[in-house]
């Protein structure tokens, strides 16, 4: 049964921090995706990393996942009270299986 | 990108009710689309994988009979909570996948059963 672990599961910091959340496995990923759910609506997709090692950004957010194709890390720099959310990370197996991880919930305040 | 719509996005009904939740992709076809539930503050759980012109794969200890899904077209898969309780009380989204896309999800539905 694969599994993905995140953590912290629950993060509340001030505006103007940096914060990295992680997202773990045992088993290996064709490829892993993080979301971001604001309450009472869908996840919305924030990236997809294919390549070991890969690091993408997308503004203040940095995404790498990891050499070996089992963990990845999200880092917020200088968060926003607009990032406020759950963060959740998915990842792909190579029969295409697909699995949520908990979730780490951030709340940024001003 | 692609887009996919889910409504309601709220409903009220009655204990003993059945309420029919669905989800359209709006700009592409998909041949899977997942159904997921997600009790407050918790991640998302996967019910079930809607499957168009088969039927629906369910996860362990979803029941089918509870929870029907039927895929007839290439861009609509519903969800139909039958004689709905309180503890069915819960937020239901809908995913597919489009290609090098991802999966996109749906709004989310707000079930409430009183």
């Known amino acids: 049964t694969q599994l993905l672990e995140q953590s912290p599961q629950f993060l509340s910091i001030q505006e103007g921090e940096n914060l990295t959340v992680y997202c773990n496995s045992s088993?290996?990923?064709?490829?892993l995706q993080w979301y971001r759910q604001e309450p009472g609506e869908g996840p919305v997709l924030l990236v997809t990393?294919?390549?070991?090692?890969e690091v993408k950004k997308l503004k203040r957010l940095t995404f790498q996942f990891g050499d070996a194709r089992k963990d990845s890390s999200l880092h917020i720099t200088a968060a926003q009270p607009g990032d406020t959310g759950l963060y959740l990370c998915?990842?792909?197996?190579?029969?295409?299986?697909?699995?949520f991880g908990p979730g780490t919930r951030l709340s940024v305040l001003p | 990108g692609a887009v996919v719509s889910q409504h309601p996005s709220r409903v009220i009904c009655k204990s003993g009710t059945s309420v029919k939740i669905e989800c359209r992709s709006l700009?592409?076809?998909?041949?899977?689309m997942f159904w997921y539930r997600q009790f407050p503050k918790q991640s998302l759980m996967l019910m079930a994988t809607?499957?168009?012109?088969?039927?629906?794969?369910?996860e362990q200890g979803v029941e089918k009979d509870k929870f029907l899904i039927n895929h007839a077209s290439l861009t609509l898969s519903t969800l139909t909570v039958t004689s709905a309780h309180p503890e069915d009380s819960s937020f239901y989204i809908c995913?597919?996948?489009?290609?090098?896309?991802?999966?996109?999800f749906g709004s989310g539905t707000r079930l409430t059963v009183v």
């Open positions: 809607s499957n168009e012109g088969s039927k629906a794969t369910y």
């Open positions: 998915a990842g792909v197996d190579y029969g295409q299986n697909f699995v």
């Open positions: 088993s290996v990923f064709s490829s």
């Open positions: 995913s597919a996948a489009q290609g090098s896309y991802g999966y996109t």
């Open positions: 700009d592409f076809q998909a041949t899977t």
């Open positions: 990393v294919v390549t070991g090692g």
